[in-house]
Nanobody, 122 residues
C-alpha cells in the first residue's frame, strides 16, 4: 500500500487548509486511514481517523470542531479539512492506513506515506 500526502503549506493563524492523502496498491474501501502530525523535536501525535466505510470518524480533542476528515472512494483519497488554524497546529502531517479498525496510536497503522509540512504563522 502506498500513500501520498499533499496540501500543506504556510498559512496565517485563523486560516484553513485541506490536506489530501491518495491511497494506492490496495482496494481503497478495505483500509481505514488516519492522520498524524509531528512538530519539530516532538513525537508523532494522532489528529484524526476515518473508518473503511467512512461512517466512523475520530478526532484529537484539540482539533475537534474545527477539522473534518472525509473520504472519496471514487478518487481513492482521504481529505482533512482544518479551519481556524493555530500556531500549535504546525508540523509535518502524515497519513497512514490499516486494514483494521482505526485507532489513535501510530503502531496501529501498518502503512505510512511521506509527510506534508504545515506551518501556521503570521
Amino acid at each position: 500500500v502506498q500513500l501520498q500526502a499533499s496540501g500543506g503549506g504556510l498559512v496565517q493563524p485563523g486560516g484553513s487548509l485541506r490536506l489530501s492523502c491518495v491511497v494506492s496498491g490496495r482496494t481503497f474501501s478495505s483500509v481505514a486511514v488516519g492522520w498524524f502530525r509531528q512538530a519539530l523535536g516532538e513525537g508523532r501525535e494522532f489528529v484524526a481517523a476515518i473508518s473503511r466505510g467512512g461512517e466512523r470518524t475520530t478526532y484529537r480533542g484539540t482539533v475537534k470542531g474545527r477539522s473534518t476528515i472525509s473520504r472519496d472512494n471514487a478518487k481513492n483519497t482521504v481529505f482533512l479539512h482544518m479551519n481556524s488554524l493555530k500556531p500549535e497546529d504546525t508540523g509535518v502531517y502524515f497519513c497512514a492506513a490499516t486494514g483494521r479498525t482505526p485507532g489513535v496510536y501510530s503502531y496501529e497503522y501498518h502503512y505510512w506515506g511521506k509527510g506534508t509540512q504545515v506551518t501556521v504563522s503570521s
